[in-house]
């Protein structure tokens, strides 16, 4: 199987901001009961976003302003709660391609790097000078260097880090690991013959 | 050098390095359920891939399962298709499915370890976060995703970053009428809602050796609200003599070279902890939420925070935030809160010690008028334990409806959901915008016992007093 080397992603910016924003928030449960992913993206953010009757709530993926953005800003703690993959393939099939916060829950990162979706962290102060430059123009081209750990937008460049497992995994086009895992094969066999629970 | 389980069990486990610098780890137990295994076999179609080892994965359905309805085909046809759709993977692929006919069905964190297949020593994957729960028996469970799950089908590993170990040491004694429950709500709330990122947990002293299996099955359940992808308690006697004799315990002379591998699993004394963290028993009261994350927790007789009593720009704005989703007043005495509904249930506190403990108190009691009370039990054994002990005549006698096995209103993936801005006293493990299935719902986590003192009195109450609880 070969991947894409994400390297970077450029694109336009949407800040979604306040920190711990769940899953549960990302895509509420009840759009969970499908067999596929298809479709998920439509329901992002759902019930922030909308009604009860289906009409819009203020939400900045509601703007028109911000249509077609494919680099998601927030805060602290993204993707906190369940491990559903619903949530990074709901921002995937957004269209979203790049995320930059302030951290995020550990299984979320995982999933997403899965999905070839860099989670750029950066700091509380460089993501508001995005965020700012956003608003001043949302066609405001922003790229998000995953290689060299920067984030470029108007004539300015702030850091974002990214764990060098994840790093290392998308720039190299490994972020699906199943192909390498599916290598091991014949090792994995050996390691179970060593563990009494699984050679018996 | 001395080795703490997570490093023994990591090690026992590593199958080799891979390019990025992760390890590629075999799971020795897979556990799936009908959310988020789907896609997984799906991808697995589209790859042409197999299942390695159909013998180490086990299936139960869960989250979407009517609990007032037990004949297919259910009414929400969506929630049909997906118990079809699992039922055929299974059955394609050779995996045992604890169907709802094999009388075996349950949450699948409640039935793991109820079957016996949760054992110390080992490694666990379920495509779901509170996979944590399996911690308690000295297990290195992790909740993942599924695109994970596939991997774990097809390959029986998966890819991971080592994780630092964090030892939270449960000293002293526990005052009556405080259970595991507020134990974990109180370390969350002491540590933070993401302060376990990069962390196991791993949870020990006096208090954690007391406590039965079901009590440290509570506290490891919610590492994850802590942020820490796994927690676990070292194996010993009493996580023996839980498992001696369940279906898939080893039997005979097996399981005495089972205990004594298992018993190498525990942490050596003097091993090396990232970080170490002591909680004094004593200070722990019943723990009420207040907010819209797990750490948003007070105990039930301190005033919900006011945000205009906090400098921290943070704080100030999650209380804002918190507070005006739950309608809650600042600064006012949680105790005496209205309540709508109380759910008793979820992998977190639906096992047969929950309901025994709230049945004590529970007898002669009424939920008081218009507060809706449900109990549901986490699997098909702990509903067939409660019956034969009697336990779910003393929950209808009260008032409650007593329902089928499932996850229920935990989050609200089957019928049983808030409705509006409804306020749910909740034994569960999450209180996230929406969780409960209405949007503007209101979940308020708490102990078991604290979810029946608040259907009876129709309000936040305290346990203690409303059942004079002084043993
Ligand atoms: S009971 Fe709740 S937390 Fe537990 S597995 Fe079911 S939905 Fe998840």
Redesign the interface.
Known sequence: MSLAKITSVTGRGVPVTGNDIDTDRIIPARFMKCVTFDGLGEFLFYDVRKNADGSDKPHPLNEARFKGGTILLSGANFGCGSSREHAPQAIQKYGFKAIIAEGYAEIFFGNSTTLGIPCMTAAREDIAKIAAAVEADPKLEITVDVGAQQVRFGGQSVPATIRESGRDALINGRWDAIGELMEGLPAVKATATTLPYLAA | MPKSLFQKVWD?????K?????T?L?I?THLIHE??S??AF?MMRD?G?KV??PH?TFATVD??VPTDQFAEPYS?P??Q??ME?LRKNCAATGITFFDRASGKQGIVHIVGPEQGIT?P??TIAC???H?STHGAFGAIAF??????V??VL????????ALKVRRINVTGKLHPGVYAKDVILHIIRTLG??GG??FAYEYAGEVLDRFTMEERMTVCNMS?EG?A?VGYVNPDETTFAYLKGRPYA?KAA?WY??VA?WKSFASDAGCHYDDVVNINASEIAPTVTWGI?PAQGISINELIPDATKTEVA?EK??ID?ALAYMKLKPGAPIKGTKIDVAFMGSCTNGRLSDFQEVAKYLKGKRVAPGVKAIAVPGSQGVGVLCASLGIDQVFRDAGFEWREAGCSMC???NPDKLIGDQLCASSSN?N????Q?S?TGRTLLMSPLMVAAAAVTGAVADAREVFAVNN
């Open positions: 026992a486990h590593t199958v080799r891979l390019a990025n610098g992760q590629q075999l020795g959310v988020t789907p896609q799906g790859l891939l390695l080892m180490r989250h979407i929400d969506l929630a298709t997906m759709e054992q020593g080992t495509g779901d976060s996979t909740g993942i995703g599924t695109s994970q596939r991997d097809a390959t029986q590993t998966m890819a991971l970053g809602v993401n990122t990069g994850i942020g992808r080893p097996a070279a089972a591998n994350n943070d704005a999650s935030e989050l609200a993936m999450r996230f915008k929406g969780r299935g949007p």
